[in-house]
Each structure stands twice: as C-alpha cells, then as structure tokens.
C-alpha cells in the first residue's frame, strides 16, 4: 500500500475511543476476562483442535492466565497493536466462558482492525460464533470508529468461513502458502467488511 496525502477523519486519528467492558445479545454476555476466567480459558485454548487452525501449539495454563493479566485491564484503542479480547458466555450463565472474540488495532491512522474467535469444541455448531462476531463487529464500527474490519484464517478453518460469510463478510484474497505451521505451509484467506457496507450486510 502506498502513502499518500489522504485526509483521515479526526476520530480516527485522535485520542482513544470507549472501549465496552461488556456486550449483550439475545443469548450471550461478552465481558472482560477475570483471573476466574483462567481454567474455562485453559479447557479449550489447550486442545490441539482448537489450536491446528492457528498457527501455534496449544497454549499452557499459565500462558492463558498471563494473557487474562495482559488484557484484563483493556487498552485506550488508539495505537497499533491495542487489543479488546472478551469472553463469551451464555446469558443464562455470565460466569462459565464459552469461548472469546478478540479485536485488534492493526492499523489505527486507517481505522483498521481485525477480529478473530475461539470456541469450545462443545459448544460449536450453534451459531455462538456468529452472534458474538456481529455483535464486535458492530461495536467495532459504531463505538470504535473502524473504517475496516477484516479475519485471516487458515483455508482449512471451514467453520470460520462459514462464520465470516454469515455476517456478509467478502473474501478479499487467498495467501497461498503464505505461513508454516510446523512441517505444514499454510494458506489463508482473508475476509472483510467496511463500515459503509455493514448496515445492509450484518443481518
């Protein structure tokens, strides 16, 4: 991409916005994660299922504590690399994580930012994924002032395809081999939305 002279809108290049502690929908509570939250974390981020489509192993119990400690606390949104990670948890039971979401601030001056989840093997396949990505989505763009909010994942992550193209996201490009997860070379597709685009597109 080159530099160029463009005007940026002010809200996107000053100060930081409002970052939610909490988000409902018609059947989750997405919330800031708490030290609590470190065994339900731990229980899906250290299956090797959850972790082939990532690029990593699957992560320790004390790797999980210490992002909880990292980003707890949340970030002002407004630098590149700034992060919102919450838990997801059914309404009818606020305190037993299900799975999570994560935003990041990729690009600040150019409002783009990119979003990622991870759930439970055992409590996929009932559209939790998606009500929890458009509800980020949404506050990604209304509250956050994202211009562009766009998911990489692994060509083989069918799931989350299935997810990204629900909330009407459009394939952009398909990175062929473009990563190596241990003796794998990987390939990826990347999904996106703009913010213009999303009114009609979410539903």
Known sequence: MSAGGRD??????????????????????????????TDDRFAYQSLPEVARHLYRPPLTRAACAEVI??????SAWEND??????????????AAVIGEVVLTL??????????????APRHT?????????RALVSV????????RVFA???????????????????REA???????????WGSEYVYAVLAREWPERKG
Not at 106 to 119: D, K, S
Not at 140 to 147: I, N, R, S, T
Not at 174 to 184: K, Q
């Open 81 to 94: 690399g700034d992060v919102l990670l919450l838990a997801v948890c059914r309404a009818e039971e606020p």
């Open 8 to 37: 940026v809108p002010e809200r996107i290049t000053t100060g930081g916005r409002h970052v939610p502690e909490r988000i409902t929908t018609e059947r989750l509570v997405l919330r800031r994660f708490t030290a609590e939250d």
């Open 152 to 170: 990489r994942l692994d060509v083989l992550n069918t799931a989350s395809a299935r997810v990204c193209e629900r909330l009407g996201m459009r």
């Open 106 to 119: 990729t690009a600040a001056r150019a409002g783009q930012a990119e979003i990622g989840w991870v759930f």
């Open 140 to 147: 990604a763009f209304a509250q956050l002032g994202a211009h």
């Open 174 to 184: 398909h990175l062929v081999e473009n990563d190596l997860d241990g003796d794998r």
């Open 125 to 133: 396949r009932r559209g939790y994924a998606t009500e929890a990505a």
């Open 69 to 74: 400690a990292a980003r707890a606390a949340g």
